[in-house]
C-alpha cells in the first residue's frame, strides 16, 4: 500500500498548491479505515515541504517517481518517502527517505540508537534515521518480489531537515550506519548533497513504474525463526531489528555487560503476539554467547525448545543445544547468579511451583530472577491460558524489586506476524472481549481471515495452503478428550455430523508437532503452538466459547476434562465464585486470541457452534 503516488512534477505542483497532507490523510483513511493523528498530518505538511524543496530541481528527471508512505508488507511499518527511476546503466533504482523532523537529539553509547523526541512531551530512546532507512529497505528485500526479481536496487537515507549539525547524530560512533544510508542534516548545502544523492542514481525517471510493481508486487515467503537459527548460531545476520527490536536489543545488551551479583538487573519485556519477542530472544541468546557470557534460552513451554534443539541437530553437538536451551523449572536448586544472562521466553506462562507434581521450589519468576546476574523477561499478559500461569508483568516487577534488581520496562510495538496487521489484532480483541477497541469490523484486506461452514473444509483449506512450505497447521480449543492416549486408533476431535474425525497431535510428535512431516493430518492445541508461528493456521473454536445475544461467552463445561488449563477451578470457585469466574473466563478468550494469532498471513475459524460462526462472520463485513 502507497497512500500516495505521483510524478515528481505532480508531487512538487501539489505541494505548492497548498493541502497535500490533508489531501494524504483523505487516501490514508481511504485505505487503511483509519484517521491520521493531527500529529502526523502536520509532520506531512513540514516534511513533504522539504522534500518538494529538494526535488524542485531540474537536474532531477520530472518523471521520477514519488511514493509517500509506503506499508512494508506483512509488517506495520510504513516507509515515508520512496523515489524511483533508473540509474546510468538502466538499473531500477528506489530510494527509501527516512524523514524527521528533530531539530535536536543525543548520542548514546549503544549501536544505532539515539535520544529524540519521537511523538509526545518527552524525549526517549530509539533507532538512529539511517539505521531505520537501512532496516526497512532490509525487510523490503526480505518480503517482496518485485525487488529480487527485477534486480531493484534500493538506496536508504535519511533526512532531517530541522536538525543543525551538531556533531551528535552523524558521530563515528554510528558510522556503520552512516555508510548504509547517508544522513542529510539542515541548510542549503544539506539539500545539494541530497540532491546529489538523488542524481547518482536517479538518472532517469519512470513515472513511478518500479513503486507500482513494488506496490502490487507478490509476497514472497518470509523467514521463520526456527528455520533460521542455525545460521544465527553460526553468526550470520538472519533477521534486521527494526525500531522497537533494536532497542530491547541493545539495552538488553548494555544491562547484560553491566550486571554483575552486587547489581542485579532485570529487563521486563511487554509484547503482544507477532511484535518480535522470540526473534529479538534468539538474537540476544547468539550475541550474549558469542561474547563469553554464560547465556541460556528459557521457556517454560516445550514446543518452541524442541523446534529449535531440532533445527540444530546435525550443526552442533547435543551438549552444545543443552546448554543453550531449558525449561523454566530447572532452576530450583541453581545458586544465586550462576548466570551471567537468562533470556526467559514466553514469561507469562511460568509457575508457582515446579517439578512433575507441582511440590518443588517457591515461585519460578523468583528463581530465575535469583540465579542470574541480568534476566531478560518477555511478557504478553494477554497470553496468559491457565490458571497455573502467574507471570504477568506486575508478577515479575514484584520479585525483581524484591531480590534488590534494578527494573528497566520497555514495549515491543511492532507487529511482524497477521501480516503485520495491528487492524487484526485490535479487531480480534474486540471480537473477542479482551479489550474495548474501534476496530468493530474486520476490513478483507487487512489479514487473510475467512470463517468457514464445516470443519472438513477448514481442513482441507489449510491441508492445501501446507502444500508449498508444510508451514500451515490446525489447532483447536482443548474441548475434545484424548482418547488415542490410549487407544491409538481412537479419533478425538469427532463432529459427526460433518464426518469429521481427527486426531490429537499429543503424543506422536509431542513438541515438534508444528513441523512434523505429516502433522498436518491431526489438530494441535495451545500446548503445541504457543511461541511458535506459522504461514496459516486453521482454529476449530469448539463449545467453550460460544455466541448469545450478539456477544461471546465462555463455557468452562466445553473444556476436556483431561485439558489441565483449568483444572480445580470448580474448587477454586467455593472459596473465591467471582474471581475464579474472571480468571477461567479471560483463559479461554486469551487461548484463542493466542491460537488465532499463530498465522503470519493468514487464519480460518471454524465454529462448532452455529450462532457463533454467525456472529464471527457479521464482524467482518464492512459498515
Known amino acids: 500500500m502507497i497512500v500516495y503516488q505521483a510524478s515528481k512534477s505532480r508531487f512538487v505542483e501539489d505541494v505548492g498548491n497548498r493541502g497535500i497532507e490533508y489531501d494524504i490523510a483523505k487516501q490514508y483513511l481511504h485505505k487503511t479505515g483509519r484517521y491520521a493523528p493531527e500529529a502526523e498530518v502536520r509532520a506531512w505538511r513540514e516534511s513533504l515541504q522539504a522534500m518538494a524543496t529538494v526535488l524542485d530541481d531540474d537536474t532531477i528527471p520530472t518523471d521520477t517517481g514519488v511514493g509517500v508512505e509506503f506499508g512494508i508488507p506483512q509488517t506495520s511499518k510504513r516507509i515515508d518517502f520512496l523515489l524511483s527511476g533508473r540509474n546510468g546503466d538502466g538499473t531500477p533504482h528506489v530510494i527509501i527517505v527516512e524523514l524527521k523532523q528533530w531539530s535536536t537529539s543525543t548520542r548514546t553509547d549503544k549501536d544505532g540508537i539515539v535520544i529524540a523526541r519521537r511523538g509526545g512531551a518527552h524525549e526517549r530512546e530509539g533507532a538512529h534515521p539511517s539505521y531505520q532507512a537501512w532496516s526497512y529497505a532490509a525487510l523490503l528485500e526480505g518480503f517482496n518480489e518485485a525487488v529480487y526479481k527485477d534486480g531493484v536496487a534500493l538506496r536508504p537515507c535519511a533526512y532531517l531537515h530541522n536538525h543543525v549539525d551538531d556533531g551528535g547524530i552523524n558521530h563515528a560512533h554510528y558510522q556503520p550506519y552512516l555508510d548504509k544510508a547517508p544522513l542529510f542534516l539542515r541548510g542549503e548545502a544539506e539539500r545539494e548533497r541530497l540532491r546529489a544523492f538523488i542524481r547518482q542514481h536517479l538518472c532517469k525517471g519512470d513515472d513511478g513504474d518500479q513503486l507500482y510493481k513494488i506496490e502490487n508486487g507478490r509476497i514472497k515467503p518470509s523467514k521463520m525463526l526456527a528455520d533460521s537459527l542455525v545460521k544465527m548460531l553460526k553468526g550470520n545476520r538472519e533477521f534486521v531489528l527494526v525500531d522497537d527490536q533494536k532497542v530491547v536489543y541493545e539495552t538488553a545488551l548494555a544491562l547484560a555487560r553491566g550486571a554483575s551479583a552486587e547489581r542485579k538487573q532485570v529487563l521486563i519485556v511487554r509484547g503482544g503476539p507477532g511484535t518480535g519477542k522470540s526473534v529479538v530472544a534468539i538474537n540476544l541468546l547468539v550475541e550474549l554467547s558469542r561474547h563469553g557470557l554464560l547465556t541460556k534460552y528459557v521457556s517454560k513451554n516445550a514446543a518452541p525448545r524442541e523446534v529449535y534443539k531440532q533445527r540444530l541437530g546435525g550443526s552442533f553437538k547435543r551438549v552444545e543445544i543443552s546448554s543453550l536451551f531449558g525449561g523454566s523449572g530447572a532452576f530450583v536448586d541453581t545458586p544465586a547468579n550462576s548466570f551471567d544472562v537468562l533470556v526467559v521466553d514466553e514469561a507469562h ?34 497470553q496468559m491460558v491457565t490458571l497455573s500461569d502467574i507471570g504477568h508483568t506486575g508478577e515479575l516487577r514484584h520479585w525483581a524489586n524484591a531480590l534488590g534488581a534494578d527494573v528497566t520496562e520497555i514495549e515491543l510495538s511492532s507487529q511482524f506476524r497477521c ?40 481442513h482441507r483449506l489449510i491441508a492445501e495452503k501446507n502444500k508449498t512450505n508444510n508451514k500451515s497447521r490446525v489447532v483447536a480449543g482443548y474441548c475434545w478428550d484424548w482418547k488415542s492416549k490410549r487407544n491409538p486408533d481412537a479419533y478425538d476431535i469427532v463432529i459427526p455430523e460433518h464426518g469429521y474425525r481427527r486426531q490429537w497431535n499429543l503424543g506422536t510428535d509431542g513438541s515438534l508437532w508444528i513441523v512434523a512431516p505429516n502433522s498436518i493430518e491431526e489438530v494441535g492445541c495451545i500446548h503445541t503452538c504457543q511461541g511458535l508461528e506459522l504461514d496459516y493456521v486453521g482454529v476449530i473454536i469448539g463449545p467453550d466459547l460460544i455466541a448469545r445475544d450478539g456477544e461471546l461467552r465462555t463455557d468452562p463445561a466445553g473444556r476436556s476434562k483431561m485439558d489441565r488449563s483449568i483444572r480445580g477451578y470448580k ?53
Open 419 to 458: 501480516n503485520g496487521s495491528d487492524g487484526y489484532l485490535a479487531w480480534l480483541d474486540h471480537t473477542l472481549g479482551i479489550r474495548e477497541t474501534a476496530n468493530t469490523r474486520l476490513d478483507p484486506d487487512d489479514f487473510d481471515f475467512r470463517v468457514v461452514d464445516s470443519p472438513t473444509e477448514l
Open 349 to 382: 506462562r511460568l509457575n508457582r511451583f515446579s517439578g512433575l507434581y507441582g511440590n518443588l521450589g517457591e515461585n519460578q519468576v523468583k528463581e530465575l530472577i535469583n540465579s542470574a546476574k541480568c534476566t531478560v523477561l518477555f511478557t504478553d499478559d494477554d
Open 571 to 623: 474448587t477454586m470457585m467455593k472459596a473465591d465464585p467471582d474471581g475464579t469466574l474472571e480468571r477461567v473466563d479471560r483463559i479461554i478468550r486469551n487461548t484463542y486470541r493466542t491460537l488465532m494469532t499463530r498465522g503470519m498471513k493468514g487464519c480460518y475459524v471454524y465454529c462448532t457452534d452455529e450462532e457463533t460462526r454467525v456472529h464471527l462472520g457479521e464482524a467482518l463485513q464492512n459498515e
